[in-house]
T-cell receptor, first 117, second 109 residues
Framework: GAVVSQHPSWVICKSGTSVKIECRSL??????MFWYRQFPKQSLMLMAT?????????EQGVEKDKFLINHASLTLSTLTVTSAHPEDSSFYIC?????????????FGEGSWLTVV | GQNIDQPTEMTATEGAIVQINCTYQ??????LFWYQQHAGEAPTFLSY??LDGLEEKGRFSSFLSRSKGYSYLLLKELQMKDSASYLC??????????WGAGTKLIIKP
């Protein structure tokens, strides 16, 4: 079964509104969580890395004021897309790791489809 | 339940061929993805199969048999840079990705 769960799986929101996506680690305490977005048949694009209790580190080109990431506990990270626009419509995937070392196993969530209308 | 199985680790020799297998059981099926992930980096898309058969893309090929719930990734002319984890993921009827745990491929000279 899944060890990392995302919610909601599907969300439709109106342009200009905000939407929150949750990522939960079910079987372990996730020291580090990653957020990605993926367009069809393209690679996962890393948006940000969040470590529990500290501010997220955003990749170049990702607006931190638009994509708010909170990792307040060891089992939950949230991505809030603020003032969403149609171009934000995408497949958002989170992953979680219990360590910060590159070799630690990373588990992926099921993904969340966001459609902005 | 939904499940993806792939070997944990494989070792191969530079210049050789390796096949990484993946079996899946998901609620519905909307395609099978393969990704390559180097340590500390985001996964890179390799292939997407939704119909039975073999799809070739350079040194990498991916095969799908929907009736058997089986896929494999074939890597030819292995190079040292191919050392990475290879993730198999099935998309279910809700268009959600069910991920395998990944196969760590070690390439030896």
């Amino acid at each position: 079964g899944a060890v990392v769960s995302q919610h909601p799986s599907w969300v439709i929101c109106k342009s200009g509104t905000s939407v929150k996506i949750e990522c939960r680690s079910l079987d372990f305490q996730a020291t580090t969580m990653f957020w990605y977005r993926q367009f069809p048949k393209q690679s996962l694009m890393l948006m940000a890395t969040s470590n529990e209790g500290s501010k997220a580190t955003y990749e170049q080109g990702v607006e931190k004021d638009k994509f708010l990431i909170n990792h307040a506990s060891l089992t939950l990270s949230t991505l809030t897309v603020t003032s969403a626009h149609p171009e934000d419509s995408s497949f958002y995937i989170c992953s979680a790791s219990w360590g910060r070392e590159p070799g630690n196993t990373i588990y992926f969530g099921e993904g969340s489809w966001l459609t902005v209308v | 339940g939904q499940n993806i199985d792939q070997p944990t680790e494989m070792t191969a020799t530079e210049g050789a061929i390796v096949q990484i297998n993946c079996t899946y059981q998901t609620s519905g099926f909307n395609g099978l993805f393969w990704y390559q992930q180097h340590a500390g980096e985001a996964p890179t898309f390799l292939s997407y199969n939704v119909l039975d058969g073999l799809e070739e893309k350079g040194r990498f090929s991916s095969f799908l048999s929907r009736s058997k719930g089986y896929s494999y990734l074939l890597l030819k002319e292995l190079q040292m840079k191919d050392s990475a984890s290879y993730l198999c993921a099935s998309m279910d009827s809700n268009y959600q990705l069910i991920w395998g745990a990944g196969t760590k491929l070690i390439i030896k000279p």
